[in-house]
C-alpha cells in the first residue's frame, strides 16, 4: 500500500470524492433536521404566522349599474321572429344591421329569451353572433326534409 508516487490514482480519487460526498450529505440531512425541528419549535412557541398586511392600492371604481333592457321579453321574441322572416327571405345583412342597432342590455335579454348563456361580461359582438346562430339554427330545424321513405309507401312497394 505504501506506493511512492505522491498522487492518488483513479480509484483511489473516485473513492475519496465518494466518501466526501457522502459525508456532505449526512451533514445536509442533519442540518435539515435541526431546521426543521427549530421551526416546528418556533410554530408551538409563537403560533401560528401571521397574516400578511393587507395591500393598500387605489380603489376600484364601482362598476356602473347595469341598464334595464328597453323592450319586453314578448318583444324580444317578435323581434326574433322577424329577423327570421329577414333571414328566410335572405336579407341577412339586414338582420345583422337590425341586430347591430339594440343596446346591450336588449341583446342579454333576447340571448336569456333564446336560451342562450350570458355571461357577466359578454360582449354585443358575441351576443349578436350567438344569436344569428340561434336564428339559422331554427331556420335549419323548421325545414322538413324527408331523408328516408315513409314506411308505408316502402310497404307498398314491396307487395306485388
Do not use: C, Y
Request: net charge positive.
Amino acid at each position: 500500500m505504501t506506493d511512492p508516487s505522491p498522487f492518488r490514482t483513479k480509484d483511489e480519487e473516485l473513492a475519496a470524492l465518494t466518501r466526501e460526498i457522502s459525508e456532505v450529505r449526512a451533514l445536509l440531512r442533519e442540518i435539515a433536521g435541526r431546521l426543521g425541528r427549530v421551526e416546528l419549535h418556533v410554530k408551538r412557541a409563537f403560533g401560528p404566522k401571521a397574516p400578511p398586511p393587507l395591500r393598500t392600492s387605489a380603489p376600484r371604481s364601482p362598476r356602473p349599474p347595469a341598464q334595464p333592457p328597453s323592450i319586453s321579453p314578448a318583444e324580444a321574441l317578435g323581434l326574433f321572429e322577424d329577423l327570421i322572416k329577414l333571414w328566410r327571405s335572405r336579407e341577412r345583412s339586414v338582420a345583422e344591421q337590425r341586430l347591430g342597432e339594440l343596446a346591450l342590455p336588449d341583446l342579454k335579454l333576447l340571448a336569456h329569451e333564446l336560451g342562450l348563456p350570458t355571461g357577466s361580461k359578454a360582449s354585443k359582438r358575441g351576443l349578436t353572433s350567438a344569436i344569428m346562430g340561434r336564428v339559422n339554427e331554427s331556420i335549419m330545424l323548421s325545414r322538413n326534409t324527408n331523408v328516408t321513405q315513409p314506411r308505408s309507401d316502402s310497404a307498398q312497394n314491396e307487395e306485388p
